[in-house]
């Protein structure tokens, strides 16, 4: 349907990047969209206007993330614990890639933006994974940034299900547990296609990991941004990789 709409392809320029140095843009940025039931709260609405506010946050910075160059943008979604909140809450976050979908696709693939998920997706209602499969699919050739969805996902999970599935690798090979190093722990995480995170970011102002790529973060730089999500944009993300830009990385050396 979208074929024949022309691909962008990114090259960051100055003065799209406000000033942004263009040679040390992070690859890869992970955030933990937080804040979404606060906003909804201080404006008297039902927590579900703050998702969908949030999901029209997703599009703003997926949009703004791609045309500054970044190759990868992991998204924090719906977290393996996230399915202790109130059914409608769940009902309502689950119903939300549809609806990004319906709305969104066309501006993806002009875009160039090819779309991804890291988590057990074998649980979620048919509709979702409908939805995410479609997403996937339509995106698949697309060479510009990777949109990462995170979706009953959680970093413990990941990491157990990598060890199963190393474990079985072991015994399938006959092979004994000296083969097993950082690398093979790795190449079995749901991530194994991409390069850990340079920079995490989470809105609202709380300062914790909640269990998001426990293992992939060990040397990204952390940014703890007060703005709810919904209020989230380019400005603000700018300002993160300016942050970003101005620390100096030295992954435990000198
Ligand atoms: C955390 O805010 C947010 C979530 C658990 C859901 C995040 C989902 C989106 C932003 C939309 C995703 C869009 C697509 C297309 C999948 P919170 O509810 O914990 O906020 P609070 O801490 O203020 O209550």
Redesign the pocket.
Known sequence: MFKNLKKKNKTPSNHENNDLDIHNIPQHVAII???????AKQRKLP?IK??YQ??Q??KSITKAASDMGLKYLTLY??STE?WSRPENEVNY?MS??VN?LKTFLPELIENNVKVETIGILENLPKSTLKAIEKAKTDTQNNTGMKLI?A?NYGGRAEIVHSVRSLYEQLIAEGASSDHIDEKLISDHLFTHNYPDPDLLIRT?GEQRISNFLIWQVSYSEFIFNEK??PDFDKEELTKCIKIYQSRQRRFGGL
């Open positions: 969209m937080d804040g979404n039931g606060r906003w927590r703050g998702h949030g999901m946050t997703v979604a719906f996230n976050i939300l890639p990004f969805f979706i609202s709810l999500w």
